[in-house]
């Protein structure tokens, strides 16, 4: 039997899976429940946020187009594996991530560029964010 193990109240990983590099691995492991883990802020006004933080960012070109990716094809930001919404856990990390310093924001920023390069659907999108909690 699979025990799963809470990491936040709302936040479940299963303890039994081994770790992986491909998101997939992760299909139907990971729990976020929005209502636990709530942001003052919501999606747009967080893209926002980080458009303002990126200005001076080396990165930036890379880094919008992923944001401009969350915006556009939003039927893809579900996880339907996870039932995890990238709308809901991209407030929620933000408002951690933004209270660290700029190298652990630039950790932050490969990730969001690794949606774009190397995994946009959905199951990507859910599982690199998932990463920073």
């Given at each position: 039997m699979n025990k799963k193990i809470p990491i936040k109240?709302?936040?479940?990983?299963?303890?039994?899976?081994?770790?992986?590099?491909?998101?997939?691995?992760?299909?139907?492991?990971l729990k976020f429940d929005k209502n636990q883990c709530k942001s003052a802020l919501n999606f747009i006004q967080i893209i926002e946020e980080i458009k303002k933080d990126i200005i001076n960012n080396k990165k930036k070109k890379e880094i919008m187009?992923?944001?401009?990716?969350?915006?556009?094809?939003?039927?893809n930001n579900f996880d339907t594996h996870n039932k995890i919404n990238v709308e809901d856990l991209l407030p929620y990390i933000w408002e951690i991530i933004k209270k660290y310093d700029q190298t652990a924001k630039n950790v932050f920023y490969e990730q969001l560029i690794d949606i774009t390069t190397k995994g946009p659907c959905a199951q990507g999108r859910v599982t690199r964010l998932m990463q920073f909690l």
């Open positions: 109240k709302g936040i479940v990983i299963n303890k039994n899976k081994k770790l992986s590099l491909n998101t997939h691995y992760y299909d139907g492991s187009r992923t944001l401009q990716l969350l915006v556009v094809d939003r039927r």
